[in-house]
Each structure stands twice: as structure tokens, then as C-alpha cells.
Antibody
Framework: QVQLVQSGAEVKKPGASVKVSCKASGYTFTSYDINWVRQATGQGLEWMGWMNPNSGNTGYAQKFQGRVTMTRNTSISTAYMELSSLRSEDTAVYYC???????????WGQGTLVTVSS | SSELTQDPAVSVALGQTVRITCQGDSLRSYYASWYQQKPGQAPVLVIYGKNNRPSGIPDRFSGSSSGNTASLTITGAQAEDEADYYCNSRDSSGNHLYVFGTGTKVTVL
């Protein structure tokens, strides 16, 4: 069965960076995009960007351009999302989601809580 | 700010029908997908494309689109349908970039 398992919760200070991992299993990792979505407490979903694990190509929401980097390690079927220059407003649950086609996110990770606090 | 606008909240009596709408310019050219999210859980895809349901999604969920508005309809709402619902589509640039709607809280009375 398809599974996306994310790394554990993180606590970071303002200005630091965080790198969240998303390990895929149950399908061919390089055949589907990985998207990243975040959700602050009590707020809506916010799409951050996508990565094609086969080519490494990426596309980022304008809001995160210059601060986010999405990468992968195909040998271990794992995608990564790194967000830099963290501020308190980045405190949120970060999800990875498989994207078989545009706007379709059919399997999601369990979420990773990132807390930014001094 | 989101380019896809949804009503913040709607309510529906048990067994009745509710329609949730999503408005945005990109919807004139692209389909929306719809996600259900219950408290403390990851979102779940319920509708994609013209009107397609993933395996396991009840047929009381349906989708439609007209002009700049996409709609998700729940026909015969059940207590377990109480959740937040989000639409998603391409952003207004039409590039391989996406955006979620503002979300709608559905309450089943």
C-alpha cells in the first residue's frame, strides 16, 4: 500500500532552517510528483511547491521563492523540504502529498509540526 | 491572499443536500479538486477532474463546474461528513503552480 512517512516534530529558533523528510513506499517513487502543503494552527491549507523525483525539477509558490528548497534521494525514495530564515509565522504542520496529476494529491504524509520560537 | 474563494461555513441537516462553492479566475480554464479534512487528520481527496471520485469515496460526493465557479455537492449528508473542505486548482498564471481555496467548514445538524 502507498505510504508517505514524514520525519518527527521540530523546534527551531527564528532565523534558522528546517529540513523535513518524506519517505515513500508502496509505489515507484520516481513516477509521481511530491507536493508540500502547510497548515498553521486553526488556518487553511497552503500549497508550497512540487518536485518531480525523476528529474529533480521543482516549482515553488511565489510566497516561498528564495526560502524553500525541495530535493530528493531516489536511492532511499525520500523527498525533502527545507525552509530557511524561519520566522514565527512559519509555525505549522507541514505535509507531503503524492501528486499523480495536476491539482491531485492522492496520498498524504502524517504531517510534521514545525515550531519556530525563541 | 488566496486566489480561490470559498464561503467560510455552511450547515446542512442530516440527510439533506449541501453545495460548497469555490470561485476563482483559473477555474474558467482548469478543473478543481476537492479535499476533506477532519480535525487532527491529513486531508483526503474526495473529487478530482470533471467529476471523479477516488476509490472508497461515497457516491454522495459529486463535483461540477461553471464559469469561474467549481462546486462540491454532498447529497444526503451524513454525520461523518462534518469537516473542513478545500478546493485546489492551478494558480491564475496557469503555470505548474497550485493554490488552495480558503476552506469551508461544513456542519451537519
Amino acid at each position: 500500500q502507498v505510504q508517505l512517512v514524514q520525519s518527527g516534530a521540530e523546534v527551531k529558533k527564528p532565523g534558522a532552517s528546517v529540513k523535513v523528510s518524506c519517505k515513500a513506499s508502496g509505489y515507484t517513487f520516481t513516477s509521481y510528483d511530491i507536493n508540500w502543503v502547510r497548515q498553521a494552527t486553526g488556518q487553511g491549507l497552503e500549497w508550497m511547491g512540487w518536485m518531480n523525483p525523476n528529474s529533480g525539477n521543482t516549482g515553488y509558490a511565489q510566497k516561498f521563492q528564495g526560502r524553500v528548497t525541495m530535493t530528493r534521494n531516489t536511492s532511499i525514495s525520500t523527498a525533502y523540504m527545507e525552509l530557511s530564515s524561519l520566522r514565527s509565522e512559519d509555525t505549522a504542520v507541514y505535509y507531503c502529498a503524492r501528486g499523480p496529476m495536476a491539482t491531485i494529491f492522492d496520498y498524504w504524509g502524517q504531517g510534521t509540526l514545525v515550531t519556530v520560537s525563541s | 491572499s488566496s486566489e480561490l474563494t470559498q464561503d467560510p461555513a455552511v450547515s446542512v441537516a442530516l440527510g439533506q443536500t449541501v453545495r460548497i462553492t469555490c470561485q476563482g479566475d483559473s477555474l474558467r480554464s482548469y478543473y478543481a479538486s476537492w479535499y476533506q479534512q477532519k480535525p487532527g487528520q491529513a486531508p483526503v481527496l474526495v473529487i478530482y477532474g470533471k467529476n471523479n471520485r477516488p476509490s472508497g469515496i461515497p457516491d454522495r460526493f459529486s463535483g461540477s463546474s461553471s464559469g469561474n465557479t467549481a462546486s462540491l455537492t454532498i447529497t444526503g449528508a451524513q454525520a461523518e461528513d462534518e469537516a473542513d473542505y478545500y478546493c485546489n486548482s492551478r494558480d491564475s498564471s496557469g503555470n505548474h503552480l497550485y493554490v488552495f481555496g480558503t476552506g469551508t467548514k461544513v456542519t451537519v445538524l
